[in-house]
């Protein structure tokens, strides 16, 4: 099902001696059902309330998700940027994005952004919604603000992450970041390296910088983690539990030494 907002023209491709009526779209469309493998020259926006899909496809501009827009886009090409506010959901899956993606949410909506093998040129910024990035490659940095909550796997980033006030929880596993690492007032299960029970996750974490943990009320744990610089725990409630696998430039604050 393909239903556009703006009507495509009709370009003609010789092949093997036939004529192909092939679509050249304009420069921005409207995306309502399936788009499929199609190369979209300018911006796409998602309207509000309405799914949009694409497979195999390529956005040359940036795709605009409106309020309860949902769009999953599964080995897609984004050249600029993916931006959704107050969106039903962000599933981006496979290929790359080279700009930002930023996907925000007021109170009253509850949202999602689901990122896998992907790569990202820019920077990834969330707030308000369900946060999973997986197997991919951040340019950038990450940063969260009052997500649900945040699951950041097996995942490399160039800059800093920042996850603070989610409270349903955090998990960073097999996460390779070159910059710095905070986890602030967050809830529930903030898990760095750990399993709920403070054992060492089966992937490793690499931090490049410092970790600091502030301010988290929460089942605080941390295992099989190397922090090149500084491990900072501040304000945690209870105090952080260490578990196996740990090494820092330095530890300061209040930890739980029994693990």
């Known amino acids: 099902m393909k239903n556009f907002a703006k009507a495509t023209t009709v370009a003609l491709l010789v092949v093997a001696g036939g004529v192909v009526a092939v679509p050249a779209y304009a420069a921005d469309l409207t ?20 799914d949009c899909v694409i497979g195999g496809g390529t956005v040359e501009g940036d795709i605009i998700v409106e309020p309860e827009g949902w769009l999953d886009a599964t080995s897609v090409t984004v050249i600029g940027d993916v931006i959704a506010t107050d969106a039903y959901g962000v599933s981006l899956d496979g290929t790359s994005v080279a700009g930002d993606i930023s996907v925000y949410s007021a109170d009253t909506t509850v949202g999602f952004l689901y990122v896998n093998d992907l790569a990202v040129g820019g920077s990834v910024a969330a707030g308000g919604v369900d946060v999973e990035v997986t197997d991919s ?51 529930r299960d ?70």
């Open 31 to 50: 995306c309502s059902g399936d788009l499929g493998n199609q190369t979209v020259t300018g911006t796409l926006t998602v309207p509000a309330g309405v």
């Open 137 to 187: 490659e951040i340019a950038g940095s990450l940063t969260t603000q009052e997500a649900n909550y945040v699951d950041l796997l097996r995942t490399s980033v160039e800059g800093d992450v920042s996850i603070d006030g989610s409270a349903w929880g955090v998990s960073v596993g097999g996460a390779i970041v070159k910059g710095s690492v905070t986890v602030s007032n967050s809830s």
């Open 190 to 259: 903030v898990l760095i390296g750990a399993d709920a029970d403070g054992a060492a996750d089966a992937f490793a974490n690499s931090i490049g910088g410092g970790l600091s943990l502030t301010g988290n009320t929460a089942n605080l744990r941390v295992a099989a983690t190397t922090v090149y610089g500084a491990l900072t725990l501040d304000g945690n409630t209870p105090a952080a539990g260490l578990g196996t696998g740990v090494t820092a430039g330095s530890v300061t604050g209040d930890l739980d030494k029994r693990l």
